[in-house]
């Protein structure tokens, strides 16, 4: 299993700008997140998926969207670029334990993609 | 909401020694701390956790310990060797699956 992939692994974006960060899981987990690491900060949530066609936010959503139309793909938006968004970006996925809805698993992180918007 | 504080931010020992990093949690209600092992240019793993029914756990040289009238954690790493160079993080779940991260100790271990 390739676990949790996220692509591109860098980017430079101008101000103003928008992509689409992509991840994908593998693992059939039905959790999926998204952080943004700043330099010498944690991990900072951004969104969160409990399924498919159910998102919510995390602590810093603005600026951001997400969609979850399947169990694998759980992208991450920015619509216009701001300096503020560089950061280093983290997909995460967990499964629950069966018959528990707030269990405790593990996250699985993917390797970050590194965005810069200069 | 949820606070985790973290230190030391940075941790210097010589190879062999033992390591530990200490965390702080504001909220009574979490019930899980995972830690997780950050290399460079790699996505934080998971190295060990525990739950709020357990006061310590084990696993090879890493040990986790809990105390939760004091709401504070630690990472002990026994016999450190230079791959354990990295950057950890603790983090507490205060609610339905979401984490707050500390901030990181970069640890360096020295041959």
């Known amino acids: 299993n390739a676990g949790v992939t996220q692509t591109p692994k860098f980017r430079i974006l101008k101000i103003g700008q928008s992509m689409t960060l992509q991840c994908a899981q593998d693992?059939?987990?039905?959790?999926m997140y998204w952080y943004r690491q700043d330099p010498g900060m944690g991990l900072k949530l951004i969104y969160y998926?409990?399924?498919?066609?159910?998102?919510d936010k995390g602590e810093v959503p603005n600026g951001y969207n997400v969609s979850r139309s399947t169990t694998e793909d759980f992208p991450l938006r920015l619509e216009l670029a701001a300096p503020s968004q560089t950061s280093v970006y983290f997909c995460?996925?967990?499964?629950?334990?069966?018959?528990?809805?707030?269990?405790?698993?593990?996250?699985?992180f993917g390797d970050g993609t590194r965005l810069s918007i200069l | 909401g949820e606070n985790v504080e973290q230190h030391p931010s940075t941790l210097s020992v010589q190879e062999g020694d033992s390591a530990v990093i200490k965390c702080t949690y504001s909220d009574s209600a979490s019930n899980y701390f995972p830690w997780y092992k950050q290399e460079l240019g790699k996505g934080p793993q998971l190295i060990i956790d525990?739950?709020?029914?357990?006061g310590e756990k084990k696993d090879q040289r890493i040990a986790v310990t809990l105390n939760k009238t004091a709401k504070h954690f630690s990472l002990h790493i026994t016999e450190t060797q230079p791959e354990d160079s990295a950057v950890y993080f603790c983090?507490?779940?205060?609610?339905?699956?979401?984490?707050?991260f500390g901030t990181g100790t970069r640890l360096l271990v020295s041959p």
């Open positions: 995460a996925s967990s499964t629950t334990s069966r018959g528990t809805v707030n269990s405790n698993q593990p996250q699985h």
């Open positions: 998926s409990v399924g498919a066609g159910i998102t």
């Open positions: 525990i739950r709020s029914n357990v």
């Open positions: 693992m059939n987990h039905n959790y």
């Open positions: 983090a507490a779940k205060l609610s339905f699956q979401k984490l707050v």
